[in-house]
T-cell receptor, first 113, second 113 residues
Framework: QKEVEQNSGPLSVPEGAIASLNCTYS??????FFWYRQYSGKSPELIMS????GDKEDGRFTAQLNKASQYVSLLIRDSQPSDSATYLC?????????????FGQGTILTVHP | DTEVTQTPKHLVMGMTNKKSLKCEQH?????MYWYKQKAKKPPELMFV???????INESVPSRFSPECPNSSLLNLHLHALQPEDSALYLC????????????FGPGTRLTVT
């Protein structure tokens, strides 16, 4: 079982729609959760971090965390073509992996006009 | 300011060459990281430095040699690389080696011929 799994893509949504990206993780001791956006040929850019159960909103982005279900998601409201990118879910685990960020395989999002 | 800088942007080297990648941050972060990213894959952790000391080495071949001269600088020395080492090399930093957000630099695109 992969440590961090993201919903298989690619995901295509029309401009103005809500894009929903999902991620599950296997380590119940995981402490911190991050979403990165990566444009083609560029480096990952941190767009959201979430540490406790519930929702966290930042502009058009909402991260949701459910530790009991080991699930974290990212909602992008009013999607724009400029949101087209690969979205990486990253999880920080404790224990012997302390200091290591584990990434999912990424979900490619395309927002079409 | 969440800027991590990396030089050079691009590097082409032969298998017998010795070269170095450089990373710098002035955010007062005490943890710095090297990642390797192949096309269409997530970043893969190579090394973690915490307070200028190597704290994680993800079983990276000895042809990659990291160095942390001070709290702001991180180098990756390259020697006798193989063509399969061609990738995007990413540096990141975080406040500490813990649950904190990691910020990535723009990366060095390395091609080994």
């Amino acid at each position: 079982q992969k440590e961090v799994e993201q919903n298989s893509g690619p995901l295509s949504v029309p401009e103005g729609a809500i894009a929903s990206l999902n991620c599950t993780y296997s380590d119940r001791g995981s402490q911190s959760f991050f979403w990165y956006r990566q444009y083609s040929g560029k480096s990952p850019e941190l767009i959201m971090s979430i540490y406790s159960n519930g929702d966290k909103e930042d502009g058009r982005f909402t991260a949701q965390l459910n530790k009991a279900s080991q699930y974290v998601s990212l909602l992008i409201r009013d999607s724009q073509p400029s949101d087209s990118a690969t979205y990486l879910c990253a999880v920080f685990a404790g224990g012997t992996s302390y200091g290591k960020l584990t990434f999912g395989q990424g979900t490619i999002l395309t927002v079409h006009p | 300011d969440t800027e991590v800088t990396q030089t050079p942007k691009h590097l082409v080297m032969g298998m017998t060459n010795k070269k170095s990648l450089k990373c710098e941050q002035h955010m007062g972060h005490r943890a710095m990281y090297w990642y390797k990213q192949k096309a269409k894959k997530p970043p893969e952790l190579m090394f973690v430095y915490s307070y200028e000391k190597l704290s994680i080495n993800e079983s990276v071949p000895s042809r990659f040699s990291p160095e942390c001269p001070n709290s702001s600088l991180l180098n990756l020395h390259l020697h006798a690389l193989q063509p399969e080492d061609s990738a995007l090399y990413l540096c990141a930093s975080s406040l500490d080696r813990g649950t904190y957000e990691q910020y990535f630099g723009p990366g060095t695109r390395l091609t080994v011929t």
